[in-house]
Each structure stands twice: as C-alpha cells, then as structure tokens.
C-alpha cells in the first residue's frame, strides 16, 4: 500500500465534489492504470489518452461510457426478442394465422394468353394412313382421324420397326436417363458412337453432343467468343440464336435478311474500322447464319457467304436444325445443296435431331479443335445432363437408314413440291397470305400480305416490330401489343377451322416479348416424307377454304 501516496487527483480539486468520491475516482483511476500499462501496446492506447482528455477529465468518462455502451449493444442479441415474441402465441393462433395467409402467385395470371394454352393440340394414336387423335384444352377438345401437318419429324424414319425395337432394347440395357452431365460419368457408348455417326455422315472431323437443342447455340457461341469479340448475323435468326448473341459478350452487328450487298458493305466498314484503330489485339470474328430460316423458311446463299467469309477473314457458324435432313439429295444439308465440302466451308454447324431424325437433343458439327475446346468450355456440355442413351440409339438408327437408302430424302422432296406449287398457285390463297419460304423448304411459311394486315389492324410489320422495341426499351413486364394479338387470334381461327376438317396446321408460335428482331405472325405447313399426293392436295384445299372463311369473317364483324 506504500505505492498509494502516488494515486494522482484525477479530479481538480476547484470542482464541488465530494472528497469521497474524488478520492475513490483517484483509486479506480491508478489501479486501472496500473493494470492497463502491463498489457502489451497499451501504453500506447494511455498515452492517447492522455493526450486527448487535454485537462478535461469529462471528456475522457463519456468516451469510455460510449465504448462500454457500444460493446453491450454489439454483444446483445435481439433476435432474442422475436423469438419471444413468437412463443407466446398458441397453437390455435398459428392455426389461425396460416389459415389466413394468403400467397402471391409465383406467375402473375394473365387471362390474355388463356387462348394460346387452350389451343395447343396434343398429338398421339398416329395409324398406318398418317392420321392421328388430337386433343386440346385439356382434353375437352378430341379430334380423330386428323392429318398431321405440324410435325417437324420431316422424314418419319423414327417410325420405322427396326427404330422402334432398338429403342426398346436401349431402354432394357441402358435405362430412361443419363445421370449426369458428359463429362461426369453421363456418356456411355452410344453417346461416343452416335458423335462418331454423325460427323462421318456430315462429312467433319468431330461433333459434339448436347441434352437439349434448344441450348447448342447458346452453349457453343459463347464457348468461342468474349468482350471485344465482333458477330455480324443476319437480322432474321431464330430465338435460339438470338440468345446466343446475348450471352457472347461480343459486339454484334446485323446485316439485312440474306442480303450479300449489305453484308459486303458491313464488313468492309468494320474492316476499315478495324485498321484504323489499330487495336493491340486482332478480335475474333464471326458470321452467323441459318441454312433454313426458322421463321422465315427461305436458304441462306452459302457460295456467297463463304467467298465474304474468306475474303475478310471470318469465320462462319451455321445453325442448320430444320436443313439437316431435308436439303440434299441424301439430307447432309445446306453444303450438300450448293456442292460444297463442309470442312472448308462452314466452321461450325448446329443441328437439331428433334427435327428430320426423330429423336431428341443437338449436336455440333466441326474440327478436332473445336470439338476439344467445347468438351472442356462449352456450358451445356458440362454442367447439363447428357441424352438419354435411347435417343442416341434412335438417332444413329435413323442415320444407318438414311446412308443405306436415300428414299425417305427423296420422297420428302417430292411432296414439298406438290404442296410448294398447289398454294403458291392457288389464286384465291394468294390474295390473303404470301408465301416466304424456299421451294426447298419442308415447312411452306405464310403470312398475311401487306395490304390484308393493313385493312383489317391498320398496321405493318414494320409498326410491330417499333412498337415491341419500345416496349423492350421501357423495361415493360406485359409486352401487349393489340395489332399483334389480334393478327395470333386471326391465324388460330384458321388453324381452329381446318382442325374440324381433320387437317392440323399450325401458328408460327412466336414469344415476342423475347424476340429482338423483325419478325410477323404467320402460319407454317410442316411436310413429311409419309405424305401421300392426295392428302397433300387436300390439305392445300382445306387451308385455302379456312384463310377465305376466316378473314371474311373477321371482316365482316370488325
């Protein structure tokens, strides 16, 4: 106790205090001293103190009851207090409570839109004349005895037997699904024999396999491009390649639909472009195409794209999902249609085997290259399930056929052409719709001519497409445009009038609040290999009859 007559007067002595309370201050103040100056640094935090107070010893107390109260409310916990809150209701309260909840919906109802559902047909029975049940709104519509002409199985090869009983064995063998991506563990035999087939039988080094076709292109274009990267594509490419350009990153550009003259001048301007700034690195560059437009059914002019691609030093990309097949005398597509080899031609090819092959899932086309970067960068590929090893056995079965025997190729032709020529001669037909689609084309696109749209929703294509641009600028959540609803209802009516004469065609079924191109609503009349000329002639009668029936009466009611 002898060191006690250093305790310092921490209060002055001019302040009126009581002795006892400045003196037992005094104590606290040097015994906590004394304790602070043995841990390591704090002399220095002392010092600061010392030096802060500057004679007022006020000062020093409310800094020291502002870090005390900090520390209690840091170290306190206030959930406590809901959870206390929550235990005093009862079980008959939350009964209570739960009853009365009321979720939001996850999907905003939309009544609009009711239509679209209740007309889409589900197709099923198909029997040896070509002719199947369809059902719609939920099976309160059946229809029996109906010509299917909406199906894009172009070649009705999965309908063999020999298809079929492979499919069955595939199933015993291997089961239903993959259980897994490609790379882990999700690729067996068939998926490895099945990319083997198809690059032997389109002619190019590899190809690669994917679970869904809707994915390939926007799996495989950004796989092979990044920020500073330049696309030029043409204006009428399908959604799935739209997406596709939307996940690159790169800059796009587009040329006017199948148009070589604009191409030309966009690229010789980014050529000079290019040149004049002089960039530290030269970007990649790609030209993006389709072999058979999905919206549009007309060819792309592959000689021409392949002298502009050499020429400025791009590379190509074409998504040929309804081409494979159905182009060529053998079906290997839009190179085999103009006599040109695929590998020096096209870089990269996207194919569908949900379209002439009858199967399911998508596949890329190219060189070893390719193939190996996709395998290890391309999304889909790695993280998505691989197909099922029934439909690989489908789709390699159809291939073995259609390298044995060219028929189903050749007969396809041969009723694209009857059904080609009756409506694009069909006087009548001709002074409502317009055909747009190739003669090569297995799927006859229509659409209203500029007139009929003008005269009955006072618009044009033009007008749509600025006002669902606006639409897309201002961010809108409901992408309502009245014009176009009512050209959807019209083309249904058609659809709905020839359904009742055992015909199914179908809408061009367009999600416009995701296009970000020009596009109309038009009508589309899927072809096949199975079809018969007098049920190919019919239907073109059917069809004519059901566009006169339905805009006179939409006509005479507005």
Request: aromatic content about 8%; overall charge negative; proline content about 4%.
């Amino acid at each position: 106790m002898k060191n006690l007559q250093h305790v310092p007067d921490v209060l002055p002595s001019s302040i009126p205090l009581p002795e006892s309370v400045v003196t037992a201050t005094s104590y606290i103040w040097y015994f906590l001293h004394q304790g602070c100056v043995r841990i390591p640094g704090m002399r220095y935090v002392m010092d600061y103190i010392a030096k802060s107070h500057q004679a007022d010893p006020y000062r020093t107390m409310v800094e020291i009851g502002l870090i005390i109260y900090g520390l209690v409310y840091y170290l306190s916990k206030p959930w406590k207090q809901g959870q206390e809150v929550q235990a005093r209701l009862n079980a008959r309260d939350v009964d209570q409570l739960i009853e009365e909840w009321e979720p939001e919906p996850i999907v905003i109802s939309e009544q609009r839109d009711a239509w679209r559902l209740q007309a889409l047909p589900v197709v099923s029975v198909i029997d040896e004349h070509n002719c199947c049940t369809v059902t719609r709104n939920g099976g309160q519509e059946r229809y029996d005895n109906v010509l299917n002409m909406a199906s894009t199985d172009y070649l009705q090869l999965s309908r063999d037997p020999t298809v079929v009983e492979i499919v069955k064995n595939t199933i015993s063998n291997y089961g239903v699904g993959s259980c897994g991506p490609a790379g882990f563990y999700g690729n067996q035999d068939v998926h490895y024999n099945l990319e083997y087939e198809l690059a032997r039988f389109f002619g190019t080094e590899n190809a690669v396999l994917y679970g869904q076709d809707f994915c390939v292109a926007a799996s495989v274009v950004p796989a092979f491009t990044k920020r500073g990267d330049v696309i030029v594509a043409d204006d009428r490419i399908s959604l799935a390649m739209q997406n596709a350009l939307q996940l690159s990153r790169s800059t796009v550009y587009y040329f006017k639909h199948n148009d070589m003259a604009a191409l030309e001048e966009l690229l010789a301007e980014l050529d000079q472009r290019e040149r004049a700034e002089q960039l530290p690195s030269i970007p990649r560059k790609f030209i993006i195409t389709e072999g058979l437009f999905h919206n549009t059914g007309d060819i792309a002019p592959l000689p021409e794209l392949v002298a502009l691609k050499h020429s400025y030093r791009y590379r190509l990309i074409v998504d040929e999902s309804h081409s494979l097949g159905v182009l060529g005398r053998t079906g290997r597509g839009l190179t085999e249609h103009f006599h040109m080899d695929r590998n020096t031609a096209v870089d990269i090819t996207i194919g569908s085997m949900a379209t002439a092959l009858g199967s399911s899932g998508g596949f890329a086309l190219g060189d070893n290259v390719m193939s190996h970067h996709q395998r290890i960068g391309s999304n889909a590929y790695c993280f998505s399930a691989s197909l099922p090893p029934y439909c690989c056995a489908a789709a390699h079965r159809v291939l073995s056929i259609m390298e044995a025997d060219s028929s189903a190729v050749t007969a396809l032709h041969k009723v694209t052409s009857v059904v080609y020529n009756a409506i694009t001669k069909d006087e009548k037909l001709s002074q409502y719709m317009i055909v747009t689609s190739s003669p090569h084309s297995s799927v006859i696109h229509l659409q209203l001519t500029p007139e009929i749209r003008r005269s009955l929703f006072n618009s044009s294509v033009d007008e749509l497409f600025e006002e669902l641009s606006r639409l897309h600028s201002r961010h809108a959540s409901n992408k309502y445009v009245a014009a176009w609803e009512e050209e959807e209802r019209l083309l249904q009516r058609i659809v709905d009038i020839a359904l009742k004469k055992h015909i199914l065609f179908s809408r061009n079924t367009l999600v416009h609040e995701h296009e970000t191109l020009p596009v109309a609503p038009g009508l589309k009349i899927s072809c096949h290999a199975l079809l018969k000329t007098e049920q190919a002639e019919n239907a073109c009668e059917v069809l004519s009859n059901a566009v006169v029936e339905a805009i006179t009466a939409y006509g005479n009611s507005s």
